[in-house]
């Protein structure tokens, strides 16, 4: 069955919101490198790659679907944060947002009685629980750390594992 020019859509409006996270992902990383903190650069690049892959995923199912991907403008991203710690909170903020967008996507799903997209958007929702998941642990080590142990934060993330 081919892909609903309304679920096409929605899908597109994704692909998109998955290259901004990306490219946001790779400003913090920038940043995160300018400022000398490598771990914490090493794990956005990580993320950016991942959100990259998303729209890449996304693009191929559409296809695969009989649908067209178009890919319009992506905005600019912010470039400047306060510290680590204030980074990961706009982090947190963004995926409460990705969040968002993906439970919209699978609501059109929903609405197109679309069970390939609803099988196939699964996997995101369970993955943005696990990305908030992972935020927030990042956010309370810095909660429950002292400030001159970031370092410590930004070992153990260059040594993670995704």
């Given at each position: 069955m081919d892909i609903s020019v309304k679920m096409q859509k929605a899908?597109?409006?994704?692909?998109?919101?998955?290259?901004?996270?990306?490219?946001?992902?790779?400003?913090m990383a920038?940043?995160?490198?300018?400022?000398?903190?490598?771990?914490?650069?090493?794990?956005?690049?990580?993320?950016?790659q991942e959100e990259n892959e998303h729209a890449l995923d996304m693009a191929n199912f559409v296809l695969d679907r009989g649908g067209e991907v178009k890919v319009g403008a992506i905005d600019a991203v912010p470039s400047n944060w306060t510290d680590p710690k204030n980074v990961f909170e706009e982090t947190l903020k963004h995926e409460q947002h990705v969040t968002e967008l993906i439970n919209k996507l699978a609501d059109v799903a929903d609405e197109e009685k679309d069970r390939a997209s609803q099988n196939f958007i699964a996997k995101y929702i369970d993955e943005q629980v696990?990305?908030?998941?992972?935020?927030?642990?990042i956010l309370s080590m810095f909660s429950k750390l002292a400030c001159h142990t970031i370092a410590h934060i930004d070992k153990h993330l260059a040594n993670m594992q995704k």
């Open positions: 899908f597109n409006d994704q692909i998109i919101a998955e290259l901004w996270s990306s490219n946001l992902y790779l400003g920038f940043w995160f490198r300018k400022e000398g903190w490598k771990g914490f650069a090493g794990w956005m690049y990580k993320q950016a696990e990305e908030e998941s992972s935020v927030k642990d």
